[in-house]
């Protein structure tokens, strides 16, 4: 009879004899020293284009990393053929430390978060005053999200010529959010990208909206066609006439390292994974109040210390009620 778990002895234990060819294994990776460094421009089907040095490069996940999964955005080194060449692959052996991460969940109860993009400086939320809606629950979200990520927000507000940005502007502007306002013809003249512009040079910046809001259209008129070409990329897939973003995309902006990584458009942001804890961060005059907050605070409860913080004078009440506004979208669905 055989024995197992404690009990067990060394004639009980099983063996395979050695056979011809095979090699122990082992915990020691290759260094890769010589790898490449390379950034991820967009992601299909497990297949990864980089750009290494001036030229794109389509690579595959080494077995190595496991599950890690790299995404738009991401430094990376590579081995193999990095000729660019067609029908030649190289191996992405290593993914570099982030400096930021733009994650979502499918629904806020999904304990699945998904990784949109990796490294970027900031996000543009894009969002139209009318034709459709906007939907500020989704914005706000979408903010906790930058926040969270360690991404500067900036706010972009098209179709100004159907309704006025003063009600949004009134809800966003003790977050102290810089903006952009934007008209149909400005898209159409360029003026509105040169606009946006002045904000993105030497950034690199995720931009987000659902669909119908003019986000891939300003896209398309800050990245001018023969840049994209010098990427060997095309940003968007055709259907029905309309150009719809599928996955995301990383394009040069210009020569001094500027980058807009255009997403697929949102229906929802779910916010799961959220650490309440690390939105505080983002309010540097709200934070040194919670020092004195009872352990696990939400910063929306009877004892929570930021209401004496702000009735001594150190911070404005706007800011806490924004705040508290924004930690509490976990709660409430965006049509509330």
């Known amino acids: 009879m055989r024995r197992y778990g404690k009990h067990t002895d060394e004639d009980d234990i099983r063996s395979r004899p050695n056979r011809k060819g095979t090699r122990p294994r082992t915990n020691i990776r290759p260094a890769h020293e010589d790898a490449a460094e390379g950034m991820v421009l967009t992601v299909d089907r497990g297949r990864l284009t980089c750009l290494v040095e001036d030229r794109t490069v389509l690579a595959m996940k080494a077995r190595e990393l496991g599950r890690k999964a790299a995404v738009v955005g991401d430094r990376v080194a590579l081995v193999g053929d990095m000729s660019g060449k067609k029908d030649t692959l190289a191996r992405i052996v290593r993914i570099e430390d982030r400096t930021s991460l733009l994650r979502r969940t499918a629904d806020d109860d999904d304990p699945f978060e998904r990784v949109v993009v990796a490294n970027a400086d900031q996000l543009a939320i894009v969002t139209a005053l009318a034709d459709p809606e906007p939907r500020p629950r989704l914005i706000d979200r979408c903010l906790v999200a930058a926040f969270d990520g360690g991404l500067t927000p900036l706010l972009v507000m098209t179709k100004s010529d159907l309704a ?173």
């Open 164 to 336: 006025s940005p003063d009600k949004l502007l009134e809800l966003y502007g003790d977050l102290e959010i810089p903006y952009v306002v934007t008209s149909r013809e400005e898209l159409v003249t360029g003026d509105a990208a040169d606009r946006v512009r002045q904000h993105l040079d030497g950034k690199i910046t995720a931009f987000v909206g659902h669909s119908g809001v003019g986000k891939t259209t300003l896209v398309n008129a800050l990245v001018p066609q023969d840049r994209r070409r010098s990427t060997g990329h095309v940003n968007a897939v055709t259907g029905r006439g309309r150009h719809t973003t599928t996955s995301a995309l990383a394009l040069p902006l210009s020569d001094d390292g500027g980058w807009v990584i255009d997403t697929p458009g949102i229906r929802s942001f779910g916010l799961a994974h959220i650490d309440p804890s690390r939105v505080i961060l983002a309010f540097p005059d709200l934070e040194p109040g919670t020092v004195n907050c009872p352990r696990a605070c939400s910063h929306d409860e009877p004892d929570c210390a930021l209401d004496a913080w702000v009735a001594e004078g150190h911070a404005d009440p706007a800011r806490l009620y924004s705040l508290r506004r924004l930690l509490s979208t976990r709660e409430r669905k965006e049509g509330d």
